[in-house]
């Protein structure tokens, strides 16, 4: 049996208890962030873990993020935590930052993926917060099914696990809608492993030139530093295409596209920051920032309204539209129409 938790109205104490001590017994609750919502367990916790890769899917070798409350339990987490770490941390936690460091002993393999790394990140979401205080680091990847798009609502998770889990606080809509941005600073020079919800310019700005991993960009990682980076991932049932270009460009191809598939007898959805004509349209918002909120909320939409295939527009590759552009070629499989 799973309970869903209502804490639409923000924290409610005695309620985080109850998920809290489920939590403790070893047992997985789904709780929001500010990112998308995740899937928690004790990270201290072997088998709590292993309910985690049991439940999603997801293969043993994608390590997870461990979420944190206050910045002292970084230091019980890490075997170092370099300056640039500290400075991050004092920057940009709470919020949708991870960094990757050395890990200590106590921290078991089973929570790093079989890495000597852990990946740490202090969630800007009151619930979320308040659900470690009461308990202990968290254990979190997204909480969806391994490969398919990450949930930003609590009736996605209720999709996916309900009757599987202990729990699912439902929070509302999360804010920024894409994953969080984790940095590796556990080797000499600091590495981009995934962008997210913190634009790289805006760490850049903090600790100087960030190298950016090539799984970033799309090339197979042979080893999986951080969720992301090796598996299919966002992925909806319906085929997706992505269309980059310059925007009048694509505008056109957008449109030749629809009518390709539609006569073809392909039932057709567009996800745009524009209306288009289509057998279903989702409209993504206006600015970079209402796309990536909306961008798996689009995906989970498209694909529940039945469309065949899923024909999304591109963004910029600047500030939150790395992240974006990661996601939907990731989503399409990297098929990729260039206007």
């Given at each position: 049996m799973t309970i869903v938790i209502n804490m639409r109205d923000g924290v409610d104490e005695r309620k985080i208890k109850v998920a809290a001590r489920l939590i403790l017994e070893g047992k997985l609750v789904a709780f929001p962030t500010e990112t998308v919502y995740g899937l928690g367990a004790d990270a201290l916790n072997e088998e709590a873990?292993?309910?985690?890769?049991?439940a999603k899917g997801r293969p043993a070798d994608n390590p997870l993020i461990v979420h944190i409350a206050d910045f002292n339990d970084l230091k019980k987490l890490a075997r170092e935590v370099p300056k640039e770490a500290k400075l991050l941390a004092e920057r940009f936690w709470p919020g949708p930052l991870t960094i990757v460091l050395p890990k200590k002993d106590e921290v078991p393999l089973v929570t790093t993926g079989g890495l000597d790394t852990v990946a740490v990140r202090m969630p800007a979401h009151e619930i979320a917060l308040a659900l470690i205080r009461a308990s202990t680091p968290?254990?979190?990847?997204?909480?969806?099914?391994?490969?398919?798009?990450?949930?930003?609502?609590?009736e996605h998770v209720v999709d996916d696990f309900?009757?599987?889990?202990?729990?699912?606080?439902?929070?509302?809509?999360?804010?920024?809608?894409?994953?969080?941005?984790?940095?590796?600073?556990?080797?000499?020079?600091?590495?981009?492993?995934?962008?997210?919800?913190?634009?790289?310019?805006?760490?850049?700005?903090?600790?100087?030139?960030?190298?950016?991993?090539?799984?970033?960009?799309?090339?197979?990682?042979?080893?999986?530093?951080?969720?992301?980076?090796?598996?299919?991932?966002y992925s909806p049932n319906a085929q997706v295409?992505?269309?980059?270009?310059?925007?009048?460009?694509?505008?056109?191809?957008i449109r030749e596209l629809v009518r390709e598939y539609r006569s073809k007898g392909y039932r057709v959805g567009v996800?745009?920051?524009?209306?288009?004509?289509?057998?279903?349209?989702?409209?993504l918002g206006r600015t970079v920032e209402d796309v990536a909120k909306n961008l798996f909320k689009a995906l989970r939409e498209l694909d529940r309204r039945g469309v065949d295939v899923i024909i999304a527009e591109g963004v910029e590759e600047r500030g939150l539209g790395l992240a974006v552009m990661n996601r939907l070629r990731k989503a399409a499989g990297y098929r990729i129409v260039r206007a």
């Open positions: 873990v292993k309910r985690i890769f049991e968290v254990a979190a990847p997204s909480a969806n099914i391994s490969g398919k798009p990450s949930p930003t609502l609590a309900y009757g599987r889990i202990g729990a699912i606080i439902d929070g509302g809509p999360t804010k920024v809608g894409v994953e969080s941005t984790v940095i590796d600073l556990s080797s000499e020079r600091p590495t981009l492993l995934r962008p997210g919800g913190l634009p790289l310019e805006e760490i850049e700005a903090v600790i100087g030139p960030v190298e950016i991993h090539p799984a970033v960009k799309g090339k197979n990682a042979d080893l999986a530093r951080a969720p992301g980076m090796k598996y299919k991932h295409i992505v269309v980059e270009g310059p925007k009048e460009m694509v505008r056109e191809k996800m745009a920051t524009e209306e288009f004509e289509a057998d279903e349209f989702y409209h």
